[in-house]
């Protein structure tokens, strides 16, 4: 792993590291929420035996990225080319999890991806779509979006306590990843760093309630939509919804598996890329 970072055109910012073969075809890792771009360091091995280099940044108010108040998810593809042309590409492949999905699939609207992998992902947040969520994002996201002082406070004291929240995550997140989050040794150091700026986690939820800025049916490019039938944090009617929509998919859904079901299938979940 390399750690880096670059100034943006308007002096913010974007703070990534990067994964797998250094040779290799590049890959834009979309991180989940509460979480930051080391969540796709496990993926390290895998990546090399495909040859894929992964290049992971953290989003705007993440990490040490710089905050931007008021952004969208389109807004995404913008950071990305200049990392890109900072690195000598013009396009790249897009992985995206939970709710890093939207963000690979903006690449994917903008061109910038010829082909894209999610899993976990949502179609465009509606009220009624949050509402099927799990309770941890409904209540954090109508919390930032109706008390962010109050979110700031919630989300100073996770990173503060990553630690339990980890445990409790491990406890809560239903049979299929029950075990998985239990065994991610570094899950407590991504939270930790993932919310370094609290207001950046209240955007963060702010950007998933508001207008993606394109439409599903943008993505021309395949996607591989990956999705597990016991995802007690995203319910699979949301993720055929998302299928549904996009014009290229390519929808596996997997018996027994939960929202972290890459984390124990990595080469199998990153092929399509390769």
Known sequence: ??????????????????????????????????????????????????????????????????????????????????????????????????????????????????????????????????????????????????RPAAARKVFAGMRRRSSTVKRLTARTSGPADNHIVAGLTGFDEWMHHGLLQSQGAVEEYRAMCRPWGFSPNNVSCPVTVWQGAQDEFVPPSLARELADALPNADYRELDGAGHFLAYERWREVLSPLA
């Open 1 to 146: 792993m390399s750690d880096a970072s670059l100034s943006l055109p308007d002096g913010r910012t974007l703070a990534y590291r990067e994964y797998g073969d250094p040779l290799g075809a590049p890959i834009v890792n979309n991180h989940g929420g509460l979480v930051c771009g080391l969540d796709i360091s496990p993926a390290d091995h895998a990546a090399r035996e495909l040859g894929l280099r992964i290049i992971s940044p953290d989003r705007p108010g993440v990490g040490r990225s710089t905050l931007l108040e008021g952004r969208r998810t389109a807004d995404w593809p913008a950071d990305v080319a200049v990392l890109l042309g900072h690195l000598g590409y013009k396009e790249c492949a897009a992985f995206g999890w939970s709710l890093g999905s939207e963000y690979a699939l903006a690449l994917g609207a903008a061109g910038l991806a010829t082909r894209v992998v999610v899993v976990g992902g949502v179609p465009p947040m509606s009220a009624g779509h949050l509402d099927e969520l799990n309770r941890t994002d409904r209540v954090l996201a109508r919390l930032s979006e109706r």
